[in-house]
């Protein structure tokens, strides 16, 4: 090799570790937006671009989908932790985080865009579903299409419901390019009978009628909804200290009795058994939450393997005093300690 060419290669090489070894502080961000078809007509859906400071040639692409009354914005602790852990600093290289209609920086449809007899209020979490699909399609127009999806809560709900309808028109996640799904905390499909939604009624100030009759929570409702609380019925400390106003969104009253089983002729999605078997394209990782009220881990095994199609290797669950159903917000670095101890998941 002559000496210029080895001297740039030399060069090359310590500029590249000199990148590597530099340590992920704040994520860079950036807001996006598309039209999205959706419920008859058209929404604004935004999404949040987290970038990871370490950028490598082998890094992903993740989306991450919120859940019920939740936005994107939940999604930066992950993010921030993603891009410093020392499991995953090189494996991500950034984590684009959507929102839902109405949800976040995505405006409630207004009246008139959406299909005829429609108002925000109607939209149900099919339409979540087709966001998610239409999302991941944007997103590889623009050069950064998801090889990973995240989805928490009914969040994960909606990615096991994407994956069933690409599965019954002849396609898939993985022909979209996704290789990888994690649902954390997940809502199991219809299927999965034994999980009911707690709670009781919620009190009439959580209600908005413009537009469509939704749910705004405040930020005692959210604290004490049952995704900060432990099974023990206290509510974590770090939820005292998040900023509520950025992590609340706009949920239609639709989408949260179809949630709940109140719309017998609108059950929550389902997924065929096997909907994530091997053959799919797709690797499926489950992760239940030892605390957690909402979707209580012993019924995660029984969701992982449904949608497997047999016993596998993927469901893991996090064992600690504060793996509340939200402990992907008030600790996401703790999480990653336990679930990147046997293995990757990202």
Do not use: C
């Not at 992950?78 to 209609?101: E, G, K, Q, S």
């Not at 299409?145 to 809560?153: A, C, D, K, L, Q």
């Not at 019924?299 to 469901?315: D, K, S």
């Amino acid at each position: 090799m002559p000496t210029v060419w080895r001297t740039r290669a030399v060069a090359a090489i310590v500029a590249t570790l000199l990148t590597l070894v530099v340590s992920a502080h704040a994520a860079a961000q950036d807001t996006i937006e598309f039209d999205a078809a959706a419920a008859g007509g058209t929404a604004t859906v935004s999404l949040t671009v987290h970038e990871n400071p370490v950028q490598t040639p082998w890094g992903r692409t993740v989306l991450a989908v919120h859940g019920f009354t939740e936005t994107a914005a939940m999604w930066k602790p992950l993010a921030d932790a993603l891009f410093d852990h020392v499991a995953t600093r090189y494996r991500i290289n950034r984590v684009i985080a959507l929102d839902l209609p109405g949800h976040g920086n995505s405006p409630i449809p207004p009246l008139g865009t959406l299909g005829e007899g429609r108002d925000f209020g109607t939209m149900t979490i099919y339409d979540n579903v087709a966001v998610v699909i239409q999302a991941i399609g944007f997103l590889d127009t623009q050069g950064i299409g998801p090889r990973t999806v995240v989805g928490h809560s009914m969040g994960g709900l909606a990615v096991q419901s994407a994956q069933e309808t690409l599965l019954s028109s002849g396609s898939s996640l993985a022909d979209l390019g996704v290789t990888r799904a994690v649902l954390l905390a997940p809502v199991p499909v219809a299927e999965i009978t034994e999980w009911t939604a707690g709670g009781g009624e919620l009190p009439a100030e959580y209600y908005r009628f413009d537009n469509g009759t939704y749910i705004v929570l405040d930020a005692l409702g959210a604290q004490f909804g049952g995704g900060f609380t432990t099974l023990a019925g206290e509510v974590i400390p770090e939820a005292f200290a998040l900023d509520y106003s950025t992590l609340i969104g706009a949920e239609p009253i639709t989408t949260a009795g179809q949630l709940v089983g109140a719309i017998p002729e609108l059950p929550r999605p389902s997924a065929q058994q096997g909907a994530f078997a091997l053959r799919n394209g797709t690797y499926l990782t489950v992760i239940g939450f030892s605390e957690d009220v909402l979707t209580p881990a012993a019924l995660q095994p029984a969701l992982y393997e449904h949608l497997l199609g047999r016993h596998g290797f993927g469901y893991q669950e996090v064992v600690a005093p504060d793996a509340v159903h939200a402990m992907v917000i008030t600790n996401p670095a703790g999480m990653l300690d336990q679930l990147f101890a046997p293995g990757w998941l990202f």
